[in-house]
């Protein structure tokens, strides 16, 4: 019994000795879990990106995906603030990302920020930093293609020549050009550009173009936009470039017009038997530095002229007609004849090997696959400096065989307006591409309807045109006017041909009957393709409320300009016509009123006949 109760005792001790251990590991185990949250808590405040760690990693790499998400987000709509709160999270929980793809939304989105946080006065050496920390990020990708392995240095190359940075971008090229590699086809344009730079550098100052010339320019040239000054001349090919370089595709044509937005200036249109009239030059000559220049026989032609550019040889009627070229063709500037001809002797005898790299560079990428094409315009402005005027042609034309793009026709027809003897028939096609791939040109429709003056285009032709152009503009009043007197001499032109029909008095004599006949180009030749657009155009241009909306503009010369042209499609009953007609009346503006009045005089009204017929027919 003495045996049980001394083991009692023990047993108990030893409970009660556990017990005290066990509250003591309890108590030490909390305070180094409280200070392990603390810890914790510190870290997660410091370093907002140590908190993505504490999850399990697919939840750390979807979080990852979806702030990349975000800022490609922000980015498009152009909420800096917001993006740039989202790029400092990105760039902290990506430190050891490698990735190209990534690494340029990042580098390409804080670039971007620096310029609007800078107010755009961007600070080189800074820039610099970044496109080093952005190469050394993604390594030396021995194992990636060309185009992807040079990307950060091309966006370098890129960035030098906006700034007027020639030096670094020139350093650049020749590193890329010691590879002795097939480069890319955006590689090629940028050392295009950059050789381009150098030499235009090099050139004497009074032949380079300066801040003072951009308004003169504008004037002169049919490029929009195609600013090409000392500090800003290849700004124009900027978000080509770099867009072919974000997603490696080349496929640079561009349908989008350099006349887009823009009308029919209100002083050109049909001569006086046409009831408009014509008093501008629509050619936009630099007149001003060609004043001393003969106009006559400035046309090159294969069999008077020399091939130029081989046996180094310019006439006079060859440098008149480069003198003529606008602006955006010839980037050049000159104060009279003496020094345009001085220019041309030493450029023509002193190839520099900037030039010549330049025009190897863009030619290579105009020639790749697929195409650079947005070397066309640099790689023509070389050569028509070089006076290699054929050579020029020869490119254009294969350009705008094998290019789905606007751009080539526009420079031939730019061309050919100066240097080709035999240029009608070639002019006409080259107008007529233009506007069948861009209907919104009115500058080409302009051109055409000077050739129709000159008998060189049919009316039947021009009436098609204008019709693609209203199709896709809305245009102002001097478009209807001249469409309308379209319609008017169609009239006319039918009425001379069917008013004679063989008839006999009673008396056996010969007698001459008048009648109205719907033209047969609305019937036979294009009949479906316009009985389409009179569907389209009653809610297009005819509705009510275009309606309303002109009258309330005040503007009664395209009321009524937009009446007769209705009056031929719709009839004289057609309610967008009785409408302005009553308008006019309430303006009381007598001439108008006239005008249309003579319209509805001749109005065939080929809609309502397309109707009929289809009732017929039902």
Not at 78 to 97: I, P, R
Request: aromatic fraction near 10%; charged fraction near 25%; glycine fraction near 4%.
């Amino acid at each position: 019994m003495e045996d049980d109760n001394n083991n009692g005792g023990a047993t108990t001790r030893r409970s009660k000795h556990r017990k005290r251990k066990e509250y003591k590991l309890d108590d030490d185990g909390h305070v180094a879990a409280r200070e392990k949250l603390a810890k914790r808590i510190l870290l997660s405040l410091a370093k907002p990106s140590y908190v993505l760690g504490l999850a399990p990693k697919p939840l750390r790499s979807e979080h990852r995906t979806r702030l990349r998400y975000l800022l490609q987000r922000l980015v498009k709509q152009h909420n800096w603030v917001e993006a740039s709160g989202v790029l400092s999270a990105y760039l902290k929980g990506t430190v050891n990302d490698t990735s190209p793809f990534r690494n340029r939304l990042k580098f390409s989105v804080l670039l971007e920020l620096l310029k609007h946080v800078e107010s755009h006065s961007i600070n080189p050496s800074r820039i610099k930093n970044i496109y080093d920390i952005w190469s050394k990020k993604i390594g030396s990708m021995k194992s990636w293609p060309v185009e992807s392995r040079y990307a950060v240095q091309l966006e370098f190359m890129l960035f030098c020549l906006m700034q007027g940075n020639t030096g670094d971008a020139y350093q650049l090229a020749l590193c890329l050009e010691q590879e002795k590699v097939d480069i890319d086809p955006v590689s090629k344009i940028m050392m295009g550009l950059t050789f381009y730079e150098m030499w235009y550098s090099s050139i004497p100052k009074e032949f380079q173009w300066r801040d003072s010339d951009q308004y003169d320019m504008q004037e002169n040239s049919h490029m929009e936009g195609a600013s090409y000054s000392n500090e800003v001349r290849h700004s124009v090919w900027h978000n080509t470039v770099e867009s072919h370089m974000e997603d490696s595709q080349y496929q640079c044509d561009s349908d989008s017009s350099v006349m887009n937005d823009k009308q029919i200036p209100r002083d050109v249109g049909f001569n006086e038997d046409m009831g408009v009239s014509m008093e501008v030059d629509v050619n936009n000559e630099r007149e001003k530095q060609c004043q001393n220049f003969q106009p006559e026989g400035f046309y090159l032609n294969s069999d008077e002229q020399k091939e130029i550019g081989d046996n180094g040889v310019l006439t006079h009627d060859t440098l008149y007609a480069l003198g003529r070229l606008d602006l955006w063709l010839l980037p050049l500037r000159f104060s009279d004849e003496n020094s345009f001809e001085e220019f041309m002797d030493m450029h023509r005898n002193q190839h520099t090997d900037y030039y010549k790299n330049a025009v190897k560079y863009l030619q290579q990428a105009l020639n790749s696959t697929p195409s650079g094409s947005v070397a066309l315009l640099p790689l023509i402005q070389l050569l028509l400096i070089g006076g290699q005027v054929d050579e020029a042609l020869n490119i254009l034309e294969k350009q705008c065989c094998s290019s789905a793009s606007v751009l080539p026709i526009r420079l031939r027809a730019a061309l050919l307006e100066r240097f080709d003897r035999n240029k009608s028939l070639f002019l006409l096609s080259c107008y007529e591409d233009i506007l069948k791939k861009d209907p919104t040109c009115c500058g080409s429709l302009t051109k055409l309807i000077r050739m129709h003056e000159n008998g060189d285009y049919s009316l039947e032709s021009l009436l098609e045109m204008i019709a693609s152009h209203l199709d896709a503009t809305d245009a102002e009043y001097n478009t209807w006017r001249v469409f309308s007197s379209c319609f008017f001499r169609l009239s006319h032109y039918e009425e001379d041909c069917m008013s004679a029909c063989p008839g006999k008095h009673e008396d056996g004599h010969r007698q001459h009957c008048s009648f109205s006949k719907t033209p047969t180009m609305f019937t036979k030749i294009s009949g479906k393709s316009w009985r389409l657009r009179c569907r389209w155009w009653l809610t297009r241009h005819f509705s009510n409320s275009k309606l309303e909306s002109e009258i309330e503009a005040g503007d009664l010369q395209l009321l009524a300009y937009k009446a007769a042209c209705a009056s031929y499609m719709y009839g004289q009953e057609f309610s967008y016509v009785a409408k302005a007609y009553s308008h006019l009346e309430k303006e009381n503006d007598k001439d108008l009123l006239l005008f249309l009045d003579e319209h509805k005089k001749k109005s065939f009204g080929f809609y309502k006949k397309f109707q009929k017929k289809a009732i017929y027919i039902t």
